[in-house]
């Protein structure tokens, strides 16, 4: 495992816009976990990150079924400037290859979601899911053990009773920090299709599920019945032509949820108004431009993720060439449009012939709602600034990971003469791909997985 750090000026008050001097942010390198070998194994890729609700936890889930929780440095949090370090918490295998006799189908491991549940007691609680089983997971520490049985011994075997000659008051003593992961629900056998997304709703009672077709509501103590409130699936499935793609709950508004579909189109739908959410209460969408129509048109409309704002009043969408921003009170049209790799548009061609034009990137929202965050292909991230329109490209890379590294912004070139600090189209590579990344809730802290790597990186002047 390797550990670095680097020290930045304590600027998490300022807007982000503060970041965009001589046009590009200044972002310093913190952390790397995970081997920096060119030998990747399959299930080390990690498949979501996900910060808690107060960043002091992340989690990762891999290809091999295995969460792994990083805890924020206590002496990071207090030293000035502040740093973004995190150590390895606990580590637990969530899920295992299963088999479905049944549709002779092998069910994968790979975890496709975490969420966390806000926090009520010393435990943290988070769901996790594969393709087919979600489950809800507490994680406990335990320093103390109790010693002085009357009936046992010290290593747990019962005593003779005819040798007890009298009572004693068992104590806690202190043992060395223990962190465990124990499963408290199993939630299963209730979609037919492929789990894209969970959403722990703001009730802290309830949570939704989609797959490809169906919506599914849960109450978190209730293993063995949920409530389909969306189903888009036709009578006769040659019918069918979109799928549900992502699926959350309003912040704060416990009765309003969004999906979006393969079509390019975010539903907002309304509990109250049916118990089978059928009909939206908005539809968010943009017109198609004419000019822009071409064989990949619907391929490239289809949106791989859909994130409130942590206000509520916007929303973020991700298709596979941009980033959207909607306003919940305009549905015509998205109030801010940012271009992830406009470049790669002319080689959308052979991207359909590796599939990579199918990837699923995600997006999410900085912590003041102010900026936008991504991935590319190169390992290359993306950053948007709402307030200033500046962007800039950044790359998780080997190359970077060494103390107080501050990260350079990339310019790509897509054609004509290449200047010497440009990176070419063609020199792209597209194994390498940064399709999950988070960010602190409360600081410019930003988590970003590249293959089987979880870079950390923080803000710098």
């Keep these: 495992m390797f550990h670095f750090k680097c020290l930045g ?25 995970g081997t920096l070998d060119d030998e990747i194994t399959e299930a080390d890729i990690i498949s979501c990150v996900e910060f808690n609700h107060d960043g002091d936890l992340l989690a990762t889930g891999d290809k091999g079924g295995r969460v792994v929780i990083f805890q924020r440095d206590p002496g990071s949090k207090t030293s000035v400037p502040k740093r973004g370090e995190y150590n390895v918490y606990s580590t637990f295998q969530s899920h295992e290859p299963e088999f ?13 979601k975490i969420r966390w549940l806000r926090r009520k007691n010393p435990a943290h609680f988070l769901l996790s899911t594969n393709d087919k089983t979600i489950k809800l997971w507490k994680v406990s520490e335990r320093d103390k053990r109790a010693e002085g049985y009357n009936l046992k011994d010290e290593a747990g075997e019962m005593k003779d009773k005819g040798v007890l000659t009298g009572l004693r008051v068992p104590v806690l003593k202190p043992m060395e920090l223990m962190v465990e992961a124990s499963p408290r629900r199993i939630y299963a056998n209730a979609h037919t299709y492929h789990i894209n997304s969970i959403s722990v709703n703001s009730d802290a009672e309830t949570y939704l599920s989609a797959d490809d077709l169906r919506i599914n509501l849960w109450h978190l103590d209730i293993t063995d019945q949920s409530f389909n409130i969306v189903d888009i699936k036709p009578a006769n499935m040659e019918e069918l032509t979109e799928v549900i793609t992502a699926s959350e709950f309003h912040p704060t508004d416990c009765n309003h949820f969004v999906y979006s579909s393969s079509k390019g189109l975010i539903r907002l739908c309304d509990m109250r108004m049916a118990a089978l959410c059928d009909r939206h209460a908005k539809l968010f969408e943009e017109p198609e431009d004419p000019a822009n129509r071409s064989f990949f048109s619907e391929i490239i409309s289809s949106i791989s993720d859909v994130k409130f704002s942590r206000s509520g009043r916007y929303m973020l969408s991700r ?117 999950h990344t988070a960010w602190h809730p409360t600081e410019n802290i930003i988590a970003v997985a590249a293959t089987n790597n979880l870079f950390i990186f923080q803000d710098k002047f």
């Excluded at 049944?102 to 069910?107: P, Q």
Aim: proline share 2%; hydrophobic share 30%; with cysteine.
């Design 9 to 33: 000026l304590d600027v998490t008050q300022l807007s982000l816009s503060t970041f965009f001097s001589n046009g590009e942010i200044q972002w310093c390198f913190s952390q790397v976990k």
């Design 319 to 435: 298709d596979y060439l941009s980033v959207k921003v909607w306003d919940l009170h305009m549905e015509t049209k998205p109030i801010e449009t940012y271009p992830v790799h406009e470049y790669l548009r002319s080689k959308l061609c052979s991207l359909y012939e590796n599939d990579c034009i199918f990837d699923k990137f995600e997006c999410c929202w900085g912590n003041n709602d102010q900026a936008v965050l991504t991935g590319s292909y190169n390992n290359f991230f993306r950053m948007f600034d709402r307030t200033s329109k500046r962007d800039v490209t950044l790359e998780a890379s080997r190359e970077i990971a060494r103390p107080k590294t501050t990260l350079k912004a990339k310019k790509i070139c897509s054609g004509g003469k290449r200047k010497k600090d440009e990176v070419s189209v063609d020199s792209l590579d597209f194994n390498k791909k940064i399709l």
């Design 100 to 112: 479905d006799y049944l549709k002779s189908l092998e069910i994968e491991e790979k975890i496709n």
